[in-house]
């Protein structure tokens, strides 16, 4: 053991007898966090291109902004940097896949014909790492959503191609959940919205409902696969008015018995996720959490370990829901290295969510209870400055993995030795 190593392992040894002195079991703590699995979103590696080489813009009101040199251009590419960074997570997490991601040997496969066949390298590579997967319909960068909308289309033939489009991707995430002997999220997320205020609100939305009920019609095994929806405040192009806003999605999760997909940057800037868990958690029995930053706009920032990222983490755990909840990541960030974004994001989750393992709660609550709101927040001040950062590092290292700031020099030489070489 090396120096820092052993010093590292005196601070923990401390940092134990500290919180304990608050109640505060880290050994228990950081055995519930060993058992929650991150799903790493695929598009943060190649700026949500896909393998389809349509030539198609983004569209759906996505924009990914900078020119950083590397991204994958194969599902090789893709598969290594993924690898490179999960190998820099303490524990095990998940992967989350867009169905433009398919492969199908240079063949031209319309999105609605896509088969479980098309994801079989995926599906190989996430049983050889032993990790889960979870999918999602792409309702954008196509021809037939170039005017922005999808599910709720006035045509009746293109709505007809989303429809079977999302119900081939339910089977393909069930095969996927099958396969990997874990049940695969499957969200749906679409564009469709207008610039301006719209006379007709209503008819869209019946439109949604209508397509989503055909897409859910067939039953299968909540084992393998689990359907969520995901609504949005606005996007670029539809400022004005979105079908699938949070009201309609929390109605129609709701009514349908789905899961409901809260995604941290779409929502209004004073709105807040961690609020709303509790409330809909209250009426659902589980939920799909997207993690984002938003910044003025749904912008999808990298994450970092932000107050509203460790209030996530809070609510979650005070909760009891983190048996309830699956939780993403959700960015795509191409001004700085892609590998080092999904490092730094998947770890400021995984310590937001220390961070709230590692509270007093029970302490804290019956304060609360008591009406002493005096040492409540006397209290939730000076656990802030409890030696966090000794446990982290500890759990890192116990992992396996680089602790600190360490894991930035194996990042820089990934991208001194694979991705400089890409061109």
């Known amino acids: 053991m090396t120096a820092a190593a052993t010093n590292g392992e005196k601070a923990f040894a401390l940092a134990k007898e500290h919180y304990a002195e608050w109640g505060?079991?880290?050994?228990?703590?950081?055995r519930r966090l060993e058992n929650l699995a991150i799903s790493l979103h695929c598009w943060q590696g190649d700026d949500v291109g896909g393998f389809e080489n349509t030539g198609q813009e983004l569209g759906g009101g996505l924009a990914v902004t900078g020119h950083y040199p590397g991204k994958a251009r194969t599902p090789e590419e893709l598969r290594s940097d993924l690898e490179k960074a999960l190998s820099l997570l303490?524990?095990?997490?998940?992967?989350?896949?867009?169905?433009?991601?398919?492969?199908?040997?240079?063949?031209?496969?319309?999105?609605?014909?896509?088969?479980?066949?098309?994801?079989?390298?995926?599906?190989?590579w996430a049983q050889s790492r032993r990790i889960g997967m979870d999918f999602n319909p792409?309702?954008?960068?196509?021809?037939?959503?170039?005017?922005?909308?999808?599910?709720?289309?006035?045509d009746p033939g293109i709505r007809r191609f989303w429809i079977d489009h999302g119900m081939a991707c339910r089977r393909i995430g069930a095969a996927i959940g099958k396969a990997l002997g874990s049940p695969c999220i499957t969200n749906v997320w679409i564009p469709d919205g207008s610039k301006e205020a719209p006379i007709d609100r209503k008819t869209p939305r019946r439109r949604l409902a209508e397509a989503l009920d055909a897409i859910f019609a067939e039953t299968l095994d909540p084992k393998s696969n689990r359907d969520a929806v995901e609504g949005k405040l606005f996007g670029i192009g539809s400022e004005s008015y979105v079908v699938g806003s949070h009201e309609f999605y929390l109605g129609y999760a709701l009514s349908r018995r789905k899961l409901l997909c809260l995604d941290a940057g779409h929502y209004h800037p004073t709105e807040v996720v961690?609020?709303?868990i509790s409330a809909v958690l209250q009426h659902l029995d589980e939920i799909l959490l997207h993690v984002s930053r938003g910044v003025r706009w749904d912008s999808d920032h990298v994450v970092i370990l932000s107050d509203e990222l460790e209030a996530i983490a809070q609510e979650l755990v005070r909760g009891?829901?983190?048996?309830?909840?699956?939780?993403g990541l959700d960015f795509f960030d191409a001004s700085i290295n892609r590998?080092?974004?999904?490092?730094?994001?998947?770890?400021?989750?995984?310590?937001?969510?220390?961070?709230?393992?590692?509270?007093?709660?029970?302490?804290?609550?019956?304060?609360?209870?008591?009406?002493?709101?005096?040492?409540?927040?006397?209290?939730?001040?000076?656990?802030?400055?409890?030696?966090?950062?000794?446990?982290?590092?500890?759990?890192?290292?116990?992992?396996?993995?680089?602790?600190?700031?360490?894991?930035?020099?194996?990042?820089?030489?990934?991208?001194?030795?694979?991705?400089s070489q890409r061109g």
């Open 24 to 30: 505060v079991d880290v050994e228990a703590a950081l």
């Open 90 to 124: 303490p524990g095990s997490h998940r992967l989350n896949l867009h169905a433009s991601y398919a492969e199908t040997g240079g063949r031209k496969v319309e999105r609605d014909a896509l088969l479980p066949e098309h994801f079989r390298g995926w599906i190989e």
């Open 138 to 154: 792409t309702y954008f960068a196509h021809p037939l959503a170039a005017d922005g909308w999808t599910l709720a289309h006035p």
């Open 274 to 276: 961690s609020d709303k």
């Open 320 to 327: 009891d829901y983190l048996g309830r909840v699956h939780i």
């Open 339 to 419: 590998v080092a974004a999904w490092v730094i994001g998947a770890r400021s989750m995984l310590k937001a969510l220390l961070l709230a393992l590692l509270e007093p709660t029970e302490a804290l609550r019956r304060l609360e209870a008591e009406g002493d709101n005096t040492a409540r927040l006397a209290l939730l001040e000076e656990i802030k400055a409890l030696p966090f950062g000794a446990v982290w590092d500890h759990y890192c290292r116990s992992r396996g993995v680089p602790p600190g700031r360490d894991w930035l020099a194996e990042v820089k030489t990934y991208e001194r030795d694979v991705l």
